[in-house]
């Protein structure tokens, strides 16, 4: 298993992943991919973010600046999870949000790579100048609870998300 930014040369595994998600019934968002969901075109998907890693080229001032990440069997390249990594918090994220987001494809829940991609991004980012990390999931969420709680997450409390009606548990793991 390995954890790298999206390139193009992943263009394939990408919008195979996308496309599992999206056939789903219901399913119109991927949690941890950035935004994926609303791109047609992988390379436009890439050059957005891009735009986002600086405050420099950062298009939108209301969000923050982060990176993605891809988690990849290599054995097959099949993409089975993707993670993206915020470098700050605004007011939405530090309630609703956190530093970390993630998903895992439908076909390779319940294997234990959310737990493996979450802990290789914790492992990447122990020299950020965070010193706890904060990560959310759904309250109904309880596989996404195990994940953060597998890797060290204490649960500070729980809200409720008034965009969405959600029940929110909020988590931190000291970096």
Request: hydrophobic share 35%.
């Amino acid at each position: 298993m390995i954890l790298i930014k999206p390139t193009i040369e992943w263009e394939k595994e990408i919008l195979d992943y996308k496309t599992e998600f999206l056939s789903q019934s219901g399913v119109n968002w991927i949690d941890g991919s950035s935004g994926l969901s609303d791109f047609v075109n992988i390379l436009d998907w890439l050059e957005h973010l891009v735009l986002y890693e600086s405050n420099e080229t950062i298009p939108n001032p209301d969000f923050v600046t982060g990176e993605q990440y891809l988690f990849i069997r290599e054995t097959d390249r099949k993409i089975v999870g993707m993670i993206h990594f915020r470098h700050e918090l605004n007011e939405y994220l530090f309630h609703f949000g956190g530093h970390i987001g993630y998903s895992v494809v439908p076909s390779e829940r319940n294997k234990g790579y959310g737990s493996r991609m979450l802990k290789e991004m914790l492992t990447e980012k122990k020299e950020s100048p965070i010193k706890k990390f904060l990560i959310t999931c759904n309250d109904d969420n309880v596989g996404s609870a195990k994940v953060i709680e597998q890797n060290g997450g204490i649960l500070e409390n729980k809200v409720l998300d008034e965009s969405d009606g959600q029940l929110v548990r909020r988590y931190w793991i000291d970096n």
